[in-house]
Antibody, heavy 118, light 109 residues
Framework: QVQLQESGPGLVKPSETLSLTCTVSGGSINNNYWSWIRQPPGKGLEWIAYIYYGGSSNYNPSLKSRVTISVDTSKNQISLKLNSVTAADTAVYYC????????????WGQGTMVTVSS | QSALTQPPSASGSPGQSVTISCTGTSSDIGGYNYVSWYQQYPGKAPKLLIYEVNKRPSGVPDRFSGSKSGNTASLTISGLQAEDEADYYCGSYAVHNKEFGGGTKLTVL
């Protein structure tokens, strides 16, 4: 079955760029939307962005100016870049599958904790 | 501040039913039948419980049910069990956007 695995640095310095990768295994990236979602410690979920396998994307308006999402179908990977990070960006970052006909996140990665600190 | 409003906590005794509400606007919950619910245990990723207001993915017990009236969606858990103690989040589609509620911590007494 489809599994998602997030990877990337666990510590990022303030004002730098956070870069994460989600690798999809056991299935294809095709015909699905893929999202990044984050959860600050002790807080709720926040949707960051989604991308369709064909490349079209949308962003949370509150983060749009700092976020880039991309997809590499040859590697079955979805990437996230968040620039000019601050302590407020400290969170567990999840990638999740959003099937075209579902409009819900049916498969999630285990999440990766990213701390912004000098 | 989350786009959707949930009560921060809820509780019930084993065997009872509990309902968690999720209030949005006509631009999200009220405008589309794309409401979803997620269960999250501490330190774990969320799990999809309900999609399209009232549909259950394979493997989710029928004790979990969803509904919607106007701008408010609800998750009802019947026959409450100790293992249902977790955080619950609602989600909704909005135009070119996805939204979550702030989460409800369910305690099984």
């Amino acid at each position: 079955q489809v599994q998602l695995q997030e990877s990337g640095p666990g510590l990022v310095k303030p004002s730098e760029t956070l870069s994460l990768t989600c690798t999809v295994s056991g299935g294809s990236i095709n015909n699905n939307y893929w999202s990044w979602i984050r959860q600050p410690p002790g807080k709720g979920l926040e949707w960051i962005a989604y991308i369709y396998y064909g490349g079209s994307s949308n962003y949370n308006p509150s983060l749009k100016s700092r976020v880039t999402i991309s997809v590499d179908t040859s590697k079955n990977q979805i990437s996230l870049k968040l620039n000019s990070v601050t302590a407020a960006d400290t969170a567990v970052y999840y990638c999740a599958r959003d099937p075209v006909n579902l409009d819900a996140f049916d498969i999630w990665g285990q999440g990766t904790m990213v701390t912004v600190s000098s | 501040q989350s786009a959707l409003t949930q009560p921060p906590s809820a509780s019930g005794s084993p065997g009872q039913s509990v309902t968690i509400s999720c209030t949005g606007t006509s631009s999200d919950i009220g405008g589309y039948n794309y409401v979803s619910w997620y269960q999250q245990y501490p330190g774990k990723a969320p799990k999809l419980l309900i999609y399209e207001v009232n549909k259950r993915p394979s493997g989710v017990p029928d004790r979990f049910s969803g509904s919607k009236s106007g701008n408010t969606a609800s998750l009802t858990i019947s026959g409450l069990q100790a293992e249902d103690e977790a955080d619950y989040y609602c989600g909704s589609y909005a135009v070119h956007n996805k939204e979550f509620g702030g989460g409800t911590k369910l305690t099984v007494l």
